[in-house]
């Protein structure tokens, strides 16, 4: 049976601290008629969303975040951060991040990659907590009706990569980049410490293809390690300003926007990873 | 003034399409075409502005026959061209005809007319493809189903909707195409309406795809502003209704039952077999996993369109299975 959203409305108010809830329930979203935007997205399982994250992002990975006045308050913008940690952990802390920190309220719209709306359940309950497949015209949409977009633009090889490479940033794709000057939205970089050492990953399996799940990963810890999540949020880059919407066709123009966005999350990894004082501290 | 020839008159969609027309006192004439004989298709309508004309769209000498025949007597100068078999089961040469070759034949024949000026052509948001990796909102430009292995039933639609497409701004005809969103009435050739018959409604187990309906007076509402705009082009019409399928089907006083999706094609052709439904899983598929909702932006800036009349649903679900949520 579906969850009723008055259901996941009430398991949300049980599952989360006062002020929270009630921050929550001053989310804004474009309602289609029932209760739903046209991706899927309600607010009430936004709510629920952020109560099941709640012991993870308050006590299992003990979430600090610096910079969240860099989230604008309303319009198009995009999240770009760093990818890491074997499963998609950072995906889920930061998105209940957006929504805690950003006032009023933000669900940012994560773009997954195209295999998670076929996975039965999960890719429902995503949808309903704002995840998009990671096509170019969802997130042109998106744009366009002023979302706040939350992209890693690693994408799967940030995640899946060994543990020797923790740190090292894989090549940016460039899309982010191009619908940042398209659409004329800033970019956030977003710096993300901790996931690296979640959950080492040594090996991987190749060529499992079940749902579209690229590969299947061998680390050292069959869960997620307690480890100290950092989110730090750096100032908007205002690709929007800096170049023109015509640009976006330009592949060189588009990669050197993209540099520039990998160069300003790297920068928040180092000084993250300077200002830290222990994986799990 | 001016005068109308409207296809498929004897459906509900004809039929309501006709009855608005009349009410627009700047149609002169509305000539009415349609399989059935006029005491059945059209029992409501006595007005000296309609014409019936009982025709086998199959037949391309009818066709022929009532454009340069009543057509052109009436001079009408736009045709809205809603005919087409509504059975999904429904196969073969002759259903071919009706659905595809009586549109090439109305586009050929309206080319060399000496009143025709417009096609008003209702297509169907079947004709797009629906799949984990493309836009959850459908734009004009998406891709089309063009599986080889589809049912008769979209690639009849495709192919007319690609034949009508073809002849955009080449022929002397102002051309609309009409991407509807399904019209969720009965004797519309609905496959949810067909679906949602039954008390119990399985779906695939885990997924809850957003679907989008139309109404009837929407579908009405969109092809008049068709007629009345100078503009020709491909436009989606989406419904007011975006919803969850489980949604769907609780407004519809039925319950929802998700199982294994591999579980329902069977179970369905049973269903056709035994009680004769029309429904069928296996085309319906995509669509009840991944989300496919018409993005109608474009409608809206050219047409004017906005869809602004919901769905009658039997149901008013209570606040314990609506939005439930007040933010």
């Known amino acids: 049976m579906p969850v009723p959203p008055a259901l996941a409305g009430y398991l949300a108010s049980r599952m989360l601290r006062r002020e929270t809830y009630e921050h929550v329930r001053g989310l804004r979203f474009a309602d289609a008629g029932h209760g739903y935007d046209p991706f899927g997205l309600h607010p009430a399982f936004v709510a629920m969303g952020l109560g099941l994250t709640r012991f993870f992002y308050e006590k299992y990975f003990r979430v600090i ?28 802390m930061l998105w209940t991040d957006v929504v805690r920190q950003s006032d009023p309220p933000r669900v940012p719209r994560a773009v997954a990659d195209y295999f998670v709306p076929m996975l039965p359940v999960i890719g429902t309950l995503f949808a309903r907590g704002g995840v998009v497949a990671g096509s170019r015209g969802n997130v042109r949409q998106l744009l366009d009706a002023g979302n706040l977009m939350m992209i890693f633009p690693e994408g799967v ?93 330009d592949p060189d123009v588009v990669a050197e926007a993209a540099s520039r966005v990998q160069a300003a999350v790297q920068k928040l990894i180092d000084d993250g990873l300077k200002q830290r004082q222990g994986v799990f501290r | 003034m001016s ?7 004897s459906s509900t969609i004809g039929e309501r399409l006709i009855r608005s027309l009349l009410d627009n006192t700047s149609i002169d004439h509305v000539l009415a075409v349609g399989f059935e004989p006029f005491e059945r298709a059209l029992p409501f309508a006595q007005s000296n502005r309609l014409t019936y004309v009982q025709v086998d769209m199959a037949r391309s000498r009818q066709i022929r026959g009532l454009l340069f025949g009543p057509a052109r ?29 009586s ?20 297509s169907f948001a079947e004709v797009y493809q629906i799949q984990a990796d493309l836009p959850a909102l459908i734009e004009e430009d998406h891709r089309l189903n063009l599986a080889s292995g589809a049912p008769q039933w979209i690639r009849d639609r495709v192919e007319a909707d690609l034949t009508v497409c073809a002849a955009m701004g080449l022929s002397r005809l102002r051309i609309v195409v009409l991407r509807c969103a399904e019209v969720l009435a009965q004797g519309c050739g609905s ?36 007629h009345s705009s100078t503009v020709q082009g491909v436009f989606n019409i989406p419904g007011k209704d975006i ?19 591999n579980w329902l094609t069977p179970i369905y052709a049973w269903r056709r077999k035994t009680r004769g439904h029309d429904f069928r899983f296996g085309m319906n598929r995509r669509r009840f996993t991944y989300s496919g909702i018409l993005d ?10 906005t869809p602004d009349t919901g769905i009658d649903w039997p149901l008013p679900i209570s606040e314990a299975w609506g939005p439930g949520w007040k933010g």
């Open chain 2, 3 to 9: 005068s109308v020839l409207v296809t498929g008159a």
């Open chain 2, 191 to 226: 496959q949810l309406f067909d679906y949602l018959e039954s008390p119990i409604c399985l779906r695939p187990g885990g997924y809850n795809p957003m679907i989008n309906v139309l109404s009837v007076p929407d579908l009405v509402k969109a092809m008049e502003l068709a």
């Open chain 2, 243 to 261: 919803l969850p399928l489980s949604t769907s089907i609780l407004k519809w006083g039925r319950m929802g039952l998700p199982v294994p999706s």
């Open chain 2, 103 to 122: 549109t090439r034949q109305i586009l050929e024949l309206a080319e060399r007319h000496p009143t025709i000026r417009k096609l008003v052509y209702r």
């Open chain 1, 157 to 249: 090889p940030g995640i899946g990569k060994n543990f020797r490479d923790r740190y090292k940033l894989r090549p940016f794709r460039v899309g982010h980049a191009e619908l940042a000057i398209r659409h004329r939205v800033p970019v956030i970089p977003v710096g993300i410490i901790g996931p690296e050492e979640q959950m080492p990953q040594i090996a991987r399996i190749e060529g499992f293809n079940m749902f579209g799940v690229p590969y299947i990963p061998i680390t050292l810890s069959p869960l997620p390690l307690p480890v100290r999540y950092h989110i730090h949020y750096g100032p908007p880059i205002p690709l929007h300003k800096d170049y023109r919407r015509n640009q976006a066709d």
């Open chain 2, 73 to 101: 007597d009436l001079g009408v100068e736009t045709i809205f061209h809603t005919a087409l078999v509504d059975n999904a089961g429904g196969t073969g040469k002759r259903v071919h005809k009706i659905n595809v070759e």
């Open chain 2, 296 to 305: 109608g932006t474009r409608a809206k800036k050219v047409l004017g369109y």
């Open chain 1, 65 to 92: 975040s610096s910079g969240a006045e860099h989230i604008p308050d309303s319009g198009g913008a995009i999240l770009a951060g760093n990818h890491s940690g074997t499963i998609p952990v950072d995906g889920m």
